[in-house]
């Protein structure tokens, strides 16, 4: 089951790489929660519903260029739940700025769709998002 999870989270992130968008849509579940934690700046208001959990992120791709893209630093899945690491790269789409940041998620997959969603920014992402890994498997 965690493998199985794991591939499903693992193929969202290429499929965003790959500006597939619809596939990425096609993972969430109609009911996907979005859940930030840390210092996700700006855009941090949760979202719930595949449309709004979209928009959000619609959102956060458009303040950046299309080389925008996320690089698995690492990953594991526990039962239902899937742990991320990735760096982010690319550029500011009005100021071609160069950004480079690592975020932490933990994603909740049940019946082969993300159900849950969580971020993590700032500089104890990763351990704040194992932490809730291991809290949310016991």
Same mark, same amino acid.
């Given at each position: 089951?965690?493998?199985?999870?794991?591939?499903?989270?693992?193929?969202? &992130?290429?499929?965003?790489? +790959? @500006?597939?968008? *619809?596939?990425?849509?096609?993972?969430? =579940?109609?009911?996907?929660?979005?859940?930030?934690?840390?210092?996700?700046?700006?855009?941090?208001?949760?979202?719930?519903?595949?449309?709004?959990?979209?928009?959000?992120?619609?959102?956060?791709?458009?303040?950046?260029?299309?080389?925008?893209? &996320?690089?698995?630093?690492? +990953? @594991?899945?526990? *039962?239902?739940?899937?742990?991320?690491? =990735?760096?982010?790269?690319?550029?500011?789409?009005?100021?071609?700025?160069?950004?480079?940041?690592?975020?932490?998620?933990?994603?909740?997959?049940?019946?082969?769709?993300?159900?849950?969603v969580e971020l993590w920014n700032g500089h104890d992402a990763r351990e704040a998002a194992l932490e809730a890994l291991v809290d949310g498997s016991r």
């Amino acid at each position: 089951m965690a493998d199985e999870n794991l591939e499903v989270v693992l193929k969202q &992130f290429e499929d965003t790489n +790959s @500006r597939d968008f *619809g596939s990425v849509m096609d993972a969430y =579940a109609e009911d996907v929660t979005l859940a930030l934690h840390g210092e996700v700046g700006p855009l941090s208001n949760a979202a719930t519903g595949k449309a709004a959990v979209g928009e959000w992120f619609g959102d956060w791709f458009r303040q950046f260029g299309r080389d925008y893209r &996320f690089d698995i630093v690492e +990953s @594991r899945g526990v *039962g239902e739940r899937v742990f991320v690491l =990735a760096n982010h790269h690319g550029r500011g789409r009005g100021s071609g700025v160069p950004v480079e940041e690592r975020w932490a998620y933990l994603y909740t997959v049940r019946g082969g769709k993300v159900s849950r969603v969580e971020l993590w920014n700032g500089h104890d992402a990763r351990e704040a998002a194992l932490e809730a890994l291991v809290d949310g498997s016991r």
